[in-house]
Every structure is written in structure tokens, then in C-alpha cells.
């Protein structure tokens, strides 16, 4: 059969219209090869061509091809042939070129994909959608996979196509809505994006890629090829004795990060992450910390989001480096000791018209009904919490962050936003759950799947929720009825306490309980006690600033309060800036005010932060038993009228107890009796009022003697002298020195 007598190989009329203007439903169907009867069918699209042949790898000619119409769609039929790998020269008047075709090869996924993703179990989705660099059917390339189940047509557009959304035109999956395509010949670096028609035909705006590694850096939005397999860890000394379950007996003191306000470069711009890693993570290990916690670095487009609206989760931002870059922060974090643990916003996302909104022309991640779809306080789209296919997207992430990136927990925010169907929503601007009630079971059942999921994959990851409710057990196992999470943060005792020291000592007295209250529920969840960002933004000032008093007694107020939070059970997590007195409240777009540190009061605040982790993490006391009540006893709870607390804390049987005794008005208190359990030596191990933190130098002179004199309930006394505005540790040393 030659091409002169076998018309049957060409295609239709239509067929070609279609193709050449971009509306073609199977473009599988129509182009690349195709064994016929007698042989074999080469059609090929290359806008800019007026000549085209194809030829076997070796250079060979296989068969011209006819430009059949003047776009650039060329076919031909090699007589006697059959399916086989080829490249396609292409020729105009000014230049000639060669390339391989992306229509001779086969699908990349199989069966197992669609079916896993459609049930929402695919927990490594991440390896299967996006972009990825692979050797497929001989050849080397990229193999590009999105979700999009309701478009008409999905082409992937670059550079490498010069943005044709003809040229590219994707392999649809009937049975997930996946659309898939092999571009041989790309590698790393690449850029792109997805042309997508929808449902009514419409064009929609570019789209960056859900699942793309890498994204070039804003205001710019296209999507970058990275791999982010081949990065050559050094941490399986750190993973092996830190990724174990039990963080709740171990010391977890936090300090929050925002890697584009630490510190900035000389000309203003950003600390790459290797920059970062050579500062950031020294500072935070010297000062005692167990991990950082950074706020969101998945990539988003307006830095005046912090992170929190994302538009490429699966994306370390470009603002630091590239994806390597992150994995050798993260990488050199756990050689000096310490934990990451990533701000991780999956509860809503910006309505950016290169995002996840509307992705395929339809409510496809967020919930179509905008009263549980559109968050009114942020103008952001939510996830639809209920649809297999997001929840899968979802999951999939918070494996891919602990997997690929080797974190070692994620602060999961938003969740009473989550969790509430009513949350900032006035009468009739929500609508019930099934039973009638103002519970989102769907992002209840995602948030017990998630916690599940990655307990079971990594026993010892930090899951934290940021919750602001009473929703019951947020800490508490999901087969005992709770959420799941590892722990919570406890914003009721961050709310009472900020604003106890807040005001005037004077007026302490008649607001003792905002001390004292937060211990009837201390041990309800595994808590985190968070002076986070949000503490320290929109008006509110920063810790140091929000103190009254002169500015000696500012000082001294931080560091008293301070000493009560390394003392009160729960774990801790502290802002950056807060630990060395910033005056300014938080401004995402600088650094920090780092020259403060030449002056000796910042300096003594920054010392009794490192001073009080150090004490925290040698202390079992201290953090052994911070979720359970029979490791604390009150020693004073009512003494209002000195503003004065003090309480115990236990470790296991043998360890030494401690107590805390903390003075929050600037009289000092001598002597002031104090009941204890054990007759002997008490050792004074930490006075937020010493000389060296920049206090007035009043202590115990290293210790006290306790006696067999029952005061507070217990059998043994000493009286001890309470600095004005400060906190005192003392520990039990029953063969320590005597008074």
C-alpha cells in the first residue's frame, strides 16, 4: 500500500480543525503514530514548519510527512511498517530542527493511580502528579500529570512551546480526570503552566501546577521542573533517636520563625536558605531551643500573607532557593540538634487566578457552596474537606513535607476555622451539618484521617493543631474518641496571662485568677503555651512593649513572665525577637531590630531565654510530665493580695522536684515562707532578678534550707526571699550544701 492508494490514513476535515485550533477532545487519538492496515500512520503538529519528515533514531528517513494544513499539522504513511520509536525534522526557510515527538509514547499511569485516587488513598500522589523527570520507553523527560476532572481540553504550555496550548495537548484519564503527557527532551529548570478549556468551553487564566515542586519567584508565577529525589541527606543519626513517639515526656521548647524577617541581606533582599542555615540555626541551638518552627514556606504570592495563603503547597517558596536549597536548611538544622516543624495551612487558600480556585472552570478544591467554600475574613477559598480527590491532595502533602523534606512536625492552622461551620459567620450565613448542628464532620473526619495517617507512617511526628475552641480531645487519640493531634496550643492561657502583665502591678491584685485559672484545665490536652506571631502584629505591640512600668521594670516584667512560662506546665514556643526585647511589633517586610543586642538589658532578656531552656531541657521536672496532673501541686494559689505563685513540679519517681515561685509586683518579698515537701537543701537554680540578666541581684544566696515546719499543706518550710518582678526556681538537692 503506498500513500497515493491508501487515502484512508488521513485524517478528516474535522479532525484537522480541531487539532490546529485547540479544541481537539483526543489528541492522542489523532496524532503521533498509528499502525493501519498496510502500515503506518505519522501525524505531527509544529506550528512555524513548512517542511517535516520522520526518521528512526539512527537518522534513518522513515517516511515524509505532508503539511496537510498551513498551521503546521503534518501526516504521512510509511507502507509496511510498524510502531516504532522516531524523531521528526522539521524545516522553514530560515532554519532547520529535530525534535522527538510526545505523541509516540504511552501513558505513564496506570489503573492502580486512577483508582487509588478517585478513593482518596493514594498517599504517595505526589510521585504520580506534577512534574517529574523520568526515563519512560527509552527516553528521558518530563512526564506532566494534573487533576482537572471537568476541562474540555489540558495542555501544558512553556517556554519549550512557546506557550501554545496546541502543541501540548494533554491525554485525558476517563476514570479520575487526570490528564497526563510525556515531553521528551525537558529537564530540570523548566517552566510551565496549564492551558486549561473548561466545561462552556471557556479559556481559563494560566494555572501553576498544584503538585509542582518549584516555582519561579514572585511576582512571576509559572511553575518550575525540580527534582526533589536526589538530595543526599546526612540526619539518620538525628532521625534515628528524635523520630520516636513520646514527645509529650521530652523537652519541646519552639522558636517560631518567619525566614523573610529574621534577618535580611545587606542590600534588603532575602537570606537564601543556605544563608539561613549558617545563622538561624546556630542562633536557635545556642539559645537552647529543641526545634524551629517556621512560618509557612509553601509557596504564595503576596508576602503580606506571611505564607498562609498558598498557591503551591508542594512548593519550598523560591523567595530562599530552590528545593534543594530547603532540604540543606532542613538537613543542617538536624545536625545541630534541632527539630523543624512547618506552619502548614491547609484549610484555605487565595482566590488567584493562576491558583487552585476554580481550577478547571468549577468549584474543584473548594466547596462549591460558598457558605462553606469562601472564608469572609481572609476573601479565601476553603477545601472542600468532604471530595476524596482533596482530601487525597491534602494528605498526601502533609506525608510529602515529612518524607521528601525530612520535617519533623507540622502546626496545622486554622483548625477551629476548620472545624466550626458558623466560625465568623453571622446567623444565616452558614448552613447546618446533616444533623442539624455547627460541626464540619467532613474536616473533622479529614482532620482524624490526617493524624491517623501520619502517626501510623511516623510515630514521632509533632502534630500540632492551632486551635482556639473547646472542641473536646484535639490531643487525644482518634480510637479514644479524638482528634488526634499530638498537641494543641493553649490560647486561653495566652490570652489570661498576656493580659495579667499587662497591666499595672498595682492592679494585679484584683486579676489573680488570670494566673491561676488556666490550671483547672492545664492537663485536658497536651498543650503548647504559644507566644507566637500572632501576639505581636495589628496593633498589639510586642511582649517587651506591652509591659508597664519604666523601663527597668518592662525588663523585669519579661522576665518574670518568662520565668512563669518555662515553669507552668506545657511546652513552649516563642516568636522571634520576642526572646531579646524587640520594642516594634512584627514587620513582615524587614528584619529584626538586631542592634538592640548592644545594649545590656536585651542582652540580659536574650540570656534568660537560653538560660531558662537550658534549665528546661536538663530538668525532668521540668517537661517530663507537663500533660499530667500529678506532675504539679499548688504551693500558693490565693495570694492575691502579694500577687505572688507558687507551685511544684514533679518528674519521675527520683527525680528532684522544683519549685516556682514567681513575685509580679515590684515589691520584694523577705521573708516569705514557703511550704515544701522535703526537709534539706533547696537550690536556687534560677532568679530572673540576678544581676547578670540585669535584675536588682536579690536571691537566696544559692539556696535554701528547708525545716521540718508544715506550712501550705506541707510538711516542710523555708523562708526565702522573693525578688521584686521576678521568678525563682529552686530544685531539691538532699545532698546539696547546707544554709
Given at each position: 500500500?503506498?500513500?497515493?492508494?491508501?487515502?484512508?490514513?488521513?485524517?478528516?476535515?474535522?479532525?484537522?480543525?480541531?487539532?490546529?485550533?485547540?479544541?481537539?477532545?483526543?489528541?492522542?487519538?489523532?496524532?503521533?503514530?498509528?499502525?493501519?492496515?498496510?502500515?503506518?500512520?505519522?501525524?505531527?503538529?509544529?506550528?512555524?514548519?513548512?517542511?517535516?519528515?520522520?526518521?528512526?533514531?539512527?537518522?534513518?528517513?522513515?517516511?515524509?510527512?505532508?503539511?496537510?494544513?498551513?498551521?503546521?499539522?503534518?501526516?504521512?504513511?510509511?507502507?509496511?511498517?510498524?510502531?516504532?520509536?522516531?524523531?521528526?525534522?522539521?524545516?522553514?526557510?530560515?532554519?532547520?530542527?529535530?525534535?522527538?515527538?510526545?505523541?509516540?509514547?504511552?501513558?505513564?499511569?496506570?489503573?492502580?493511580?486512577?483508582?487509588?485516587?478517585?478513593?482518596?488513598?493514594?498517599?504517595?500522589?505526589?510521585?504520580?502528579?506534577?512534574?517529574?523527570?523520568?526515563?519512560?520507553?527509552?527516553?528521558?523527560?518530563?512526564?506532566?500529570?494534573?487533576?482537572?476532572?471537568?476541562?474540555?481540553?489540558?495542555?501544558?504550555?512553556?517556554?519549550?512551546?512557546?506557550?501554545?496550548?496546541?502543541?501540548?495537548?494533554?491525554?485525558?484519564?476517563?476514570?479520575?480526570?487526570?490528564w497526563e503527557i510525556f515531553v521528551p527532551e525537558l529537564g530540570e529548570g523548566c517552566c510551565y503552566k496549564y492551558?486549561?478549556?473548561?466545561?462552556?468551553?471557556?479559556?481559563?487564566?494560566?494555572?501553576?501546577?498544584?503538585?509542582?515542586?518549584?516555582?519561579?519567584?514572585?511576582?512571576?508565577?509559572?511553575?518550575?521542573?525540580?527534582?526533589?529525589?536526589?538530595?543526599?541527606?546526612?540526619?539518620?543519626?538525628?532521625?534515628?533517636?528524635?523520630?520516636?513517639?513520646?514527645?509529650y515526656r521530652r523537652p519541646v521548647s519552639i522558636y517560631e520563625a518567619h525566614l523573610g524577617s529574621w534577618r535580611?541581606?545587606?542590600?534588603?533582599?532575602?537570606?537564601?536558605?543556605?544563608?539561613?542555615?549558617?545563622?538561624?540555626?546556630?542562633?536557635?541551638?545556642?539559645?537552647?531551643?529543641?526545634?524551629?518552627?517556621?512560618?509557612?514556606?509553601?509557596?504564595?504570592?503576596?508576602?503580606?500573607?506571611?505564607?498562609?495563603?498558598?498557591?503551591?503547597?508542594?512548593?519550598?517558596?523560591?523567595?530562599?532557593?530552590?528545593?534543594?536549597?530547603?532540604?540543606?536548611?532542613?538537613?543542617?538544622?538536624?545536625?545541630?540538634?534541632?527539630?523543624?516543624?512547618?506552619?502548614?495551612?491547609?484549610?484555605?487558600?487565595?482566590?488567584?487566578?493562576?491558583?487552585?480556585?476554580?481550577?478547571?472552570?468549577?468549584?474543584?478544591?473548594?466547596?462549591?457552596?460558598?457558605?462553606?467554600?469562601?472564608?469572609?475574613?481572609?476573601?479565601?477559598?476553603?477545601?472542600?474537606?468532604?471530595?476524596?480527590?482533596?482530601?487525597?491532595?491534602?494528605?498526601?502533602?502533609?506525608?510529602?513535607?515529612?518524607?521528601?523534606?525530612?520535617?519533623?512536625?507540622?502546626?496545622?492552622?486554622?483548625?477551629?476555622?476548620?472545624?466550626?461551620?458558623?466560625?465568623?459567620?453571622?446567623?444565616?450565613?452558614?448552613?447546618?451539618?446533616?444533623?442539624?448542628?455547627?460541626?464540619?464532620?467532613?474536616?473533622?473526619?479529614?482532620?482524624?484521617?490526617?493524624?491517623?495517617?501520619?502517626?501510623?507512617?511516623?510515630?514521632?511526628?509533632?502534630?500540632?493543631?492551632?486551635?482556639?475552641?473547646?472542641?473536646?480531645?484535639?490531643?487525644?487519640?482518634?480510637?479514644?474518641?479524638?482528634?488526634?493531634?499530638?498537641?494543641?496550643?493553649?490560647?486561653?492561657?495566652?490570652?489570661?496571662?498576656?493580659?495579667?502583665?499587662?497591666?499595672?502591678?498595682?492592679?494585679?491584685?484584683?486579676?489573680?485568677?488570670?494566673?491561676?485559672?488556666?490550671?483547672?484545665?492545664?492537663?485536658?490536652?497536651?498543650?503548647?503555651?504559644?507566644?507566637?506571631?500572632?501576639?505581636?502584629?495589628?496593633?498589639?505591640?510586642?511582649?517587651?512593649?506591652?509591659?508597664?512600668?519604666?523601663?527597668?521594670?518592662?525588663?523585669?516584667?519579661?522576665?518574670?513572665?518568662?520565668?512563669?512560662?518555662?515553669?507552668?506546665?506545657?511546652?513552649?514556643?516563642?516568636?522571634?525577637?520576642?526572646?531579646?526585647?524587640?520594642?516594634?511589633?512584627?514587620?513582615?517586610?524587614?528584619?529584626?531590630?538586631?542592634?538592640?543586642?548592644?545594649?545590656a538589658p536585651h542582652q540580659g532578656l536574650q540570656r534568660v531565654v537560653g538560660d531558662l531552656n537550658r534549665l528546661?531541657?536538663?530538668?525532668?521536672?521540668?517537661?517530663?510530665?507537663?500533660?499530667?496532673?500529678?506532675?504539679?501541686?499548688?504551693?500558693?494559689?490565693?495570694?492575691?493580695?502579694?500577687?505572688?505563685?507558687?507551685?511544684?513540679?514533679?518528674?519521675?519517681?527520683?527525680?528532684?522536684?522544683?519549685?516556682?515561685?514567681?513575685?509580679?509586683?515590684?515589691?520584694?518579698?523577705?521573708?516569705?515562707?514557703?511550704?515544701?515537701?522535703?526537709?534539706?537543701?533547696?537550690?536556687?537554680?534560677?532568679?530572673?532578678?540576678?544581676?547578670?540578666?540585669?535584675?536588682?541581684?536579690?536571691?537566696?544566696?544559692?539556696?535554701?534550707?528547708?525545716?521540718?515546719?508544715?506550712?501550705?499543706?506541707?510538711?516542710?518550710?523555708?523562708?526565702?526571699?522573693?525578688?521584686?518582678?521576678?521568678?525563682?526556681?529552686?530544685?531539691?538537692?538532699?545532698?546539696?550544701?547546707?544554709?
Amino acid at each position: 500500500m503506498s500513500a497515493g492508494s491508501a487515502p484512508d490514513w488521513r485524517l478528516s476535515d474535522g479532525d484537522v480543525a480541531a487539532i490546529v485550533e485547540g479544541r481537539h477532545s483526543d489528541p492522542f487519538a489523532v496524532l503521533g503514530p498509528h499502525e493501519l492496515t498496510g502500515g503506518l500512520a505519522i501525524r505531527a503538529f509544529a506550528p512555524g514548519a513548512q517542511r517535516m519528515d520522520a526518521s528512526t533514531p539512527a537518522g534513518r528517513r522513515l517516511t515524509p510527512l505532508e503539511l496537510r494544513h498551513p498551521a503546521g499539522l503534518f501526516e504521512g504513511f510509511a507502507p509496511r511498517k510498524r510502531r516504532m520509536p522516531y524523531r521528526l525534522r522539521a524545516a522553514n526557510a530560515e532554519a532547520e530542527w529535530s525534535f522527538d515527538d510526545p505523541y509516540r509514547f504511552g501513558p505513564v499511569l496506570g489503573p492502580l493511580d486512577d483508582h487509588l485516587l478517585v478513593e482518596g488513598q493514594h498517599r504517595r500522589l505526589w510521585e504520580r502528579l506534577g512534574a517529574h523527570i523520568r526515563e519512560h520507553e527509552g527516553a528521558t523527560g518530563v512526564h506532566f500529570a494534573v487533576w482537572a476532572p471537568h476541562a474540555v481540553r489540558v495542555s501544558v504550555v512553556g517556554d519549550f512551546n512557546r506557550w501554545d496550548g496546541r502543541r501540548a495537548q494533554m491525554r485525558k484519564r476517563i476514570d479520575s480526570g487526570v490528564w497526563e503527557i510525556f515531553v521528551p527532551e525537558l529537564g530540570e529548570g523548566c517552566c510551565y503552566k496549564y492551558e486549561i478549556i473548561g466545561p462552556n468551553g471557556e479559556l481559563l487564566p494560566l494555572k501553576a501546577d498544584p503538585f509542582g515542586a518549584s516555582a519561579e519567584l514572585r511576582p512571576a508565577t509559572d511553575s518550575r521542573v525540580a527534582r526533589v529525589d536526589d538530595f543526599d541527606w546526612t540526619d539518620a543519626a538525628y532521625l534515628e533517636t528524635h523520630r520516636t513517639p513520646g514527645a509529650y515526656r521530652r523537652p519541646v521548647s519552639i522558636y517560631e520563625a518567619h525566614l523573610g524577617s529574621w534577618r535580611r541581606a545587606e542590600d534588603g533582599g532575602f537570606l537564601s536558605y543556605e544563608r539561613l542555615a549558617e545563622t538561624l540555626i546556630p542562633y536557635a541551638a545556642g539559645l537552647g531551643f529543641t526545634h524551629l518552627e517556621l512560618l509557612p514556606v509553601s509557596e504564595h504570592p503576596l508576602d503580606a500573607s506571611w505564607g498562609y495563603q498558598p498557591v503551591g503547597l508542594y512548593a519550598p517558596t523560591r523567595r530562599f532557593g530552590d528545593p534543594d536549597g530547603f532540604a540543606r536548611f532542613v538537613d543542617a538544622a538536624h545536625r545541630a540538634g534541632l527539630g523543624v516543624i512547618l506552619d502548614w495551612p491547609a484549610a484555605h487558600f487565595p482566590t488567584d487566578a493562576h491558583g487552585l480556585y476554580r481550577f478547571d472552570g468549577t468549584p474543584l478544591y473548594e466547596d462549591a457552596d460558598t457558605r462553606r467554600g469562601f472564608h469572609p475574613d481572609w476573601n479565601t477559598a476553603i477545601f472542600d474537606f468532604g471530595r476524596r480527590e482533596v482530601m487525597n491532595f491534602l494528605l498526601a502533602n502533609a506525608l510529602y513535607w515529612l518524607e521528601v523534606f525530612h520535617v519533623d512536625g507540622l502546626r496545622v492552622d486554622a483548625v477551629a476555622s476548620m472545624l466550626h461551620l458558623d466560625y465568623s459567620r453571622r446567623p444565616g450565613e452558614w448552613a447546618p451539618n446533616v444533623r442539624g448542628g455547627r460541626e464540619n464532620l467532613e474536616a473533622e473526619a479529614f482532620l482524624k484521617s490526617l493524624n491517623t495517617i501520619v502517626h501510623a507512617a511516623h510515630p514521632g511526628a509533632l502534630m500540632i493543631a492551632e486551635e482556639s475552641t473547646t472542641w473536646p480531645g484535639v490531643s487525644r487519640p482518634v480510637d479514644e474518641g479524638g482528634l488526634g493531634f499530638g498537641f494543641k496550643w493553649n490560647m486561653g492561657w495566652m490570652n489570661d496571662t498576656l493580659e495579667y502583665v499587662s497591666k499595672d502591678p498595682v492592679y494585679r491584685r484584683h486579676h489573680h485568677r488570670q494566673l491561676t485559672f488556666g490550671l483547672i484545665y492545664a492537663f485536658s490536652e497536651n498543650f503548647v503555651l504559644p507566644l507566637s506571631h500572632d501576639e505581636v502584629v495589628h496593633g498589639k505591640g510586642s511582649i517587651l512593649s506591652r509591659m508597664p512600668g519604666d523601663d527597668w521594670q518592662k525588663f523585669a516584667n519579661a522576665r518574670a513572665y518568662y520565668g512563669f512560662m518555662w515553669g507552668y506546665p506545657g511546652k513552649k514556643l516563642m516568636f522571634m525577637g520576642q526572646e531579646f526585647g524587640q520594642w516594634a511589633e512584627w514587620n513582615f517586610n524587614q528584619e529584626l531590630d538586631w542592634d538592640l543586642l548592644q545594649h545590656a538589658p536585651h542582652q540580659g532578656l536574650q540570656r534568660v531565654v537560653g538560660d531558662l531552656n537550658r534549665l528546661y531541657r536538663e530538668t525532668p521536672a521540668l517537661h517530663a510530665r507537663d500533660g499530667e496532673a500529678e506532675g504539679f501541686r499548688w504551693i500558693v494559689v490565693d495570694d492575691e493580695a502579694q500577687s505572688v505563685a507558687a507551685w511544684l513540679r514533679f518528674g519521675a519517681p527520683g527525680d528532684p522536684p522544683v519549685a516556682v515561685i514567681c513575685n509580679f509586683t515590684p515589691e520584694p518579698r523577705r521573708p516569705y515562707r514557703l511550704g515544701l515537701p522535703h526537709a534539706g537543701w533547696w537550690r536556687e537554680v534560677f532568679n530572673s532578678d540576678a544581676e547578670v540578666y540585669g535584675g536588682s541581684g536579690l536571691g537566696n544566696l544559692g539556696g535554701t534550707h528547708a525545716h521540718e515546719t508544715p506550712s501550705h499543706g506541707f510538711p516542710a518550710s523555708a523562708e526565702i526571699v522573693l525578688p521584686p518582678l521576678a521568678a525563682v526556681y529552686f530544685r531539691y538537692e538532699p545532698d546539696g550544701a547546707s544554709a
